[in-house]
């Protein structure tokens, strides 16, 4: 089974922090991980392989030093990594990313499986995986939290939704994106993490991808950022205090119209 | 010429303005001059109106200029599940009618799904001028494939300025595939929602960064300026009872109905009471609970309130909690009217999840918990004795 995993590199939000006098993002020292969610994406492609056996390619299209993150996902057991990177793509909004990976995809050829993360932690968008699918023109699957079975070309799968689950069978090709619940992310082993560090990043610009410049970066974005301010932070209120019966006396008048 | 950002070195002072003002980390100063790393600059422009050197040149390709006043009228996707027209659509209802208005156009809602006929007047009572049904078996419940097509045969046919669906998870998957096949532009889960009449143009403003930060983000040449919404931001929109709107009933050849995937069963799970995306109330347990058991208190807190149950990332790691509990940044972002943490120390990442409700509780027995922060009303102390009593209260209150 040929499986591909997108993956994202993010600044860790942990590290987020608000310049108090330029009310911007402080980037510096800020460390870059994997977007949280493609960590899933990285575990079930490499369970899948070591189910059904195969091959994991991870791909991100970013600046040069996410090769870090691919690093990162070789040592937790994906075969190949390709970095997708060119000035070109600068701006791109999601219509221009999945677009841009998925002529690496199809540059790349043979796949069965797709895997994304729901969404990145930093834009929050979840539009980039069905993006990619609805450009390859395969079926997809969001919002999976088990893969139940694959066989005779097709998935069962679970969809996480607001109430509950949908059980869905798929047929392959197919993109998945996943939730936390699908799995629990190994740790690097010491045999990935020297596989890791010799590992061979293929880099592909705009031209390999052989991708059309008009659909590229800013000029393949159908939107624009036209106003970045940083939300007035919350300020914390009042602290209600005395005996637990009569502050919760206090507070139940406090909410009295909320909740009445 | 393609789109390009440039630093006038006679002009740049080394000033650091452009520096702060970067929300992608992507100039730093060097030889007392600005240097823009053009692997994380997103042309986005921010840095050029802070210049007071006027030493940044951005240059964005003008696109061909398209034709767009063929465009009108504001649509929202209304969805349903089993025939229920789920409330996010009423919201935008509410918030399309004020786009409409403000665009001189009608508001019109579209609905896909099967014997959805009399929903018809649930959806005129709410203000839209014009319904578009399109009613099949094949759309009883949805299915990317078919809602994609037939969304997709609709926008082309009838060319609306703006399109509106819920930022859920039916919503978020079935329009991100709609954009990419029909060349719009999409924002995803907006907070906000304006229109610069002069331009005719939706201005779409979003939490990016966990909420850190909000952009302002347009669709200057694609039609329709298509957003997803985000849960309980926007007002319903009120019911008058005599409103009657036009209405549109298409009908769709097989092959477009055709659905690539199968839906084999919806499995609800029955613990979910009160879905977390569409409660006003939300009550949530973290770690200071101490056990899985010790839910119980939140629950009956969150009954007598008819609230959903919320849970933090300890919790659900922990096995304490199904995951579709949880609020955060790997869990569901929420924003009701009230959200009350229980024994939340507010983690950044739950911070992230729950920060833009209205009113939040808090009530910890660390006085320095970060969730005090932003809480409304702090309360310190054992939530083994506070929820309780509070549960008692709200009993006698409501009458329960």
């Excluded at chain 1, 490499?46 to 070789?74: D, H, I, S, W, Y």
């Excluded at chain 1, 701006?91 to 990976?101: E, I, K, N």
């Excluded at chain 2, 569901?332 to 009113?359: D, E, N, R, W």
Aim: net charge positive; proline share 5%.
């Amino acid at each position: 089974m040929n499986i591909i995993v997108c993956i994202k590199q993010v600044p860790n939000t942990t590290d987020v922090k608000i310049d108090p006098v330029t009310n911007t993002l402080i980037r510096d020292g800020v460390e870059s991980v994997i977007n949280p969610f493609d960590c899933y994406a990285i575990e079930e492609g490499v369970r899948l392989k070591e189910r059904f056996g195969g091959k994991v390619t991870v791909v991100t299209m970013g600046p040069p030093q996410a090769e870090n993150a691919l690093k990162e996902a070789v040592s937790l057991g994906c075969d190949e990594a390709i970095l997708v990177s060119d000035r070109k793509f600068a701006g791109s909004d999601t219509w221009a990313t999945s677009y841009t990976l998925s002529s690496a995809i199809k540059k790349i050829g043979l796949f069965d499986v797709i895997l994304c993360g729901k969404q990145a932690s930093d834009g929050d968008t979840a539009q980039v995986g069905p993006g990619i699918s609805t450009h390859l023109d395969i079926p997809q699957v969001t919002y999976v939290k088990k893969i139940e079975d694959i066989s005779g070309n097709k998935a069962k799968v679970e969809r996480m939704t607001e109430e509950g689950y949908d059980v869905v069978e798929a047929p392959l090709p197919c993109l998945f994106t996943v939730v936390k619940e699908i799995n629990t992310p190994r740790i690097p082993s010491l045999k990935g993490m020297m596989k890791a560090k010799s590992a061979k990043i293929v880099k592909w610009t705009a031209e390999d991808i052989k991708a059309e410049p008009k659909s590229l970066g800013l000029d393949g974005s159908p939107t624009r950022v036209v106003k970045i301010f940083t939300p007035t932070p919350r300020k914390g209120g009042e602290m209600l205090k005395g005996d637990t019966s009569d502050v919760a006396k206090e507070l139940v008048e406090l909410l009295k119209d909320i909740v009445i | 010429m393609a789109s390009s950002i440039q630093i006038l070195l006679d002009k740049c002072t080394g000033c650091t303005l452009c520096v702060k003002a970067c929300p992608f980390g992507a100039i730093h100063i060097a030889n007392k001059k600005a240097v823009i790393d053009m692997g994380k600059c997103n042309l986005c422009g921010a840095c050029v109106p802070v210049c007071k050197f006027k030493a940044i040149k951005l240059n964005k390709e003008a696109a061909a200029k398209r034709d767009l006043s063929i465009y009108k009228d504001v649509w929202v996707f209304c969805e349903q599940k089993k025939g229920v027209i789920q409330t996010i659509s009423f919201e935008l209802l509410g918030e399309g009618k004020k786009l409409a208005k403000k665009l001189g156009v009608k508001l019109c809602a579209v609905i896909l799904g099967h014997e959805i006929e009399p929903k018809i007047e649930d959806l005129s009572h709410r203000g839209a001028d014009k319904i578009y049904i399109i009613d099949a078996p094949e759309l009883k419940s949805y299915q990317d494939d078919p809602y994609t097509n037939v969304l997709v045969e609709l926008v082309k046919e009838y060319k609306p300025e703006v399109l509106l669906c819920g930022a859920t998870t039916i919503g978020r998957s079935l329009v991100s595939r709609v954009a990419v096949k029909i060349d719009a532009g999409l924002t995803a889960d907006c907070t906000g929602l304006d229109i610069d009449e002069k331009e005719r143009l939706l201005l779409q403003t979003r939490p990016a960064f966990g909420g850190n930060i909000m952009a302002t983000i347009i669709t200057p040449n694609h039609r329709p300026q298509m957003s997803t919404v985000r849960h309980k931001v926007m007002k319903e929109a009120e019911i008058h009872k005599g409103h009657k709107a036009e209405v549109i009933r298409k009908k769709y050849p097989a092959d477009l109905l055709k659905s690539r995937t199968t839906l084999l069963d919806i499995v609800e799970e029955i613990e979910e009471t009160v879905n977390l995306a569409e409660a006003d109330i939300i009550v949530s347990g973290g770690r200071g609970i101490g056990g899985p058991e010790n839910f119980s208190i939140i629950k009956e807190l969150a009954k007598v309130l008819g609230a959903a149950v919320g849970a933090s990332r300890a919790t659900v790691d922990a096995g304490w909690i199904p995951y579709s509990h949880q609020v955060g940044q790997t869990g569901k972002t929420v924003c009701p009217k009230l959200y009350i943490a229980c024994g939340i120390s507010g983690q950044i990442q739950h911070l992230i999840g729950m920060q833009s409700s209205k009113v939040i509780v808090a009530i910890n027995k660390d006085p320095d918990a970060p969730i005090f922060k932003v809480a409304t009303y702090g309360i310190v102390g054992d939530l083994f004795e506070i929820v309780p009593a509070l549960t008692k209260e709200f009993k006698k209150v409501l009458k329960k």
